[in-house]
């Protein structure tokens, strides 16, 4: 069996600012923008709430002490020195490409935000504080605050790193558990995390699987609401289906991709194509076209 290289140390370890190397330089113009401005204050307050990202960086191995190269955090790290601060919460990457580990992570989700929000509550910060320094209405804290509440660990844990529509929280608090799972499923395979598509789940969800009496939707029949919920749990069958031959599926693919690769650099074969078969040629370039996209989305996600 083939060993997957964990790519961060499973444990927070804490640094010496003075034994870390920035891996690009912060301008002066951005020291005065209002990101950073925000962030500054954050840290003040707050404190480190997401970790500085870094990499052991073996430039003697004499050196004491250690130097560690900073691949993500960079503002974090300009604002804890510009606030005296001496040491800095960091997670130890194992590759040491800044590139790689900042094309795999993107914006703050709203699941992200509320796991921040609550855990700065809990060190005793007021909403009103964090609304204060972050210059967001005590009400959307507060919103967040409760985003997560009566939503099942599962559903949690499957969109928290999705870019998740405010309407969508609470319609999944409308269905129970599994069915918040599967509604997480199905927009995670539809690739639509917004209040509109939760809604036509919880349409098609049956009433036993909901938390709340269903009522019937304007303009809509209850026999059609019926037919809605049969090709829904047909939908959800499928996938769960293809998810479970997807890997498989993938493998033959790319087999078969490398197959056609080769046998199109054959000079022979290739010319042969072009001059009596050109659609076909057109049509297999395509499909190997598709196979590698598909393959690198698959190692995206």
Do not use: W
Not at 77 to 100: R, W, Y
Not at 176 to 190: F, G, H, L, N
Not at 235 to 243: N, P, S
Not at 266 to 294: C, H, K, W
Request: with cysteine; charged share 25%; hydrophobic share 40%.
């Amino acid at each position: 069996m083939i060993e997957i290289r964990r790519a961060f140390d499973n444990r927070l370890i804490t640094v010496n600012i003075t034994q870390l190397l920035p891996s690009r330089m912060v301008q002066a113009t951005t020291l005065k923008s209002p990101k950073y401005l925000s962030i500054l204050a954050s840290v003040r307050e707050l404190g480190i709430v997401e970790p500085l990202a870094i990499h052991h960086k073996p430039i003697d191995p004499n050196e004491q002490p250690s130097r560690y190269l900073v691949l993500d955090g960079h503002l974090r790290l300009a604002a804890l020195k510009q606030l005296g601060a001496q040491h800095a919460l960091c997670l130890l990457s194992t590759d040491d490409e800044g590139f790689t580990y900042n094309r795999q992570i993107s914006r703050l989700t709203p699941i992200q935000e509320s796991k921040m929000i609550i855990q700065a509550i809990e060190r005793g910060v007021s909403a009103e504080r964090i609304s204060e320094v972050l210059n967001i209405k005590l009400d959307r804290i507060q919103l967040r605050q409760n985003l997560l509440k009566g939503i099942a660990p599962e559903a949690i844990e499957l969109l928290k790193t999705r870019m998740v529509g405010q309407p969508v929280f609470p319609i999944l608090r409308k269905m129970k558990p599994m069915r918040q799972i599967e509604a997480a499923e199905m927009m995670i395979s539809a690739n639509c995390f917004t209040g509109r598509y939760a809604q036509m789940v919880l349409t098609a969800t049956r009433p036993e699987d909901l938390t709340v009496s269903k009522t019937s939707v304007e303009g809509v029949s209850p026999e059609s609401i019926m037919k809605m919920e049969r090709e829904m749990e047909r939908l959800y069958h499928d996938y769960r289906l293809v998810e479970d031959t997807l890997g498989e599926t993938m493998l033959v693919l790319v087999v078969t991709k490398g197959y056609l690769n080769r046998m199109l650099r054959n000079e022979a074969i290739s010319a042969y194509l072009q001059r009596f078969e050109p659609d076909l040629a057109r049509e297999l370039i395509g499909v190997m076209n598709a196979v590698t996209a598909d393959a690198r989305s698959l190692e995206r996600e």
